[in-house]
């Protein structure tokens, strides 16, 4: 499998949703589900991973890095067995041999970068709530 292969497929998934046997709550026309689709498996797809969650691909990854049995133990202490309750990659796509240096890159960008805009969020969240009571 190539990295061309797996954007392919991806890219061609948003028609193929017809395939994927979806758990109970989630179906082809969620709102929610468009969204898991385009942004964690467009980013792990993007990353040179194969289409498949993020959460998945931590705990499929588990015994071989120890920030992704970081993660999966996080995961799990959110939500039991986050990891084991996602669906495999889909459509038989496998990871490229950057998948994990991908993911290293995106996380050391995207993670300071949420923690960032967080920050900022509560921030000015709490100097709005001030200048209500001032």
């Known amino acids: 499998m190539t990295y061309a292969h797996n954007v392919k497929t991806w890219w061609r998934g948003w028609r193929r949703f017809d395939e994927i046997d979806f758990r109970e709550g989630w179906s082809a026309d969620s709102l929610l589900w468009w969204l898991l689709y385009a942004l964690n498996h467009g980013t792990r797809v993007l990353t040179g991973g194969a289409v498949v969650t ?14 992704a049995k970081f993660i999966t133990r996080f995961l799990n202490h959110l939500d039991q067995d986050h990891g084991r309750k996602s669906a495999d990659p889909l459509w038989r796509t496998i990871d490229t041999p950057w998948a994990a240096r991908g993911a290293v890159v995106f996380w050391g960008i995207v993670g300071p970068l949420a923690v960032w805009g967080i920050a900022k969020a509560v921030t000015a969240a709490a100097r709005f709530a001030w200048s209500l009571l001032t």
């Open 54 to 67: 993020w959460s998945r691909w931590f705990f499929l990854n588990r015994d071989k890095y120890r920030a």
